[in-house]
């Protein structure tokens, strides 16, 4: 699903807020430093890495899904893609037509597509967690009026 999430290079999420019955995502753009450093893991030297972060002139996007069935944030860390899914990845906010998730949420509570119709996985993955959404309906996706401001809003 094509977005102004496309535009950035990097995604952090911002914010995720659930209040009557809405979820807001705000996600924050992230760059890329103008310098490499080096960067060490378990004392492994990895060499010449950019390190990606918000600033200032960072713009905030907002993610809203209107009463979705089901969500879940997950550490990106803990992610793997799995065989079994079908989506859009070619988009920062994915649309998944088959995944397990789905499938959890359709035979654990699948008196919404009786109710509001048939629901879709979508996804917002970030720098370090991963979105995931069941919802009847497409979300919104706009400019955030708030900015990153000494990394608060």
Known sequence: MKTVLDEFHA????????????LRIIVAEGFRAAEPEDFIIGGHVIKDTYALNTSEESRLVEVLFTHPIAWQLVDESFT?????????????????????????????????????????HYRVWTENEVIDVVACEPPKVAPHELHINNGRS
């Open 11 to 22: 995604s952090f999420l911002h914010a995720a807020i659930y209040a009557d019955g809405n």
């Open 80 to 120: 793997a893609f799995s065989e079994c899914e079908v989506r859009d990845d070619i988009f920062a906010l994915q649309v998944l037509t088959q995944s397990r998730y789905l499938d959890y949420v359709r035979a654990n509570h699948g008196w919404f597509e009786d109710m509001r119709g048939p629901g879709k």
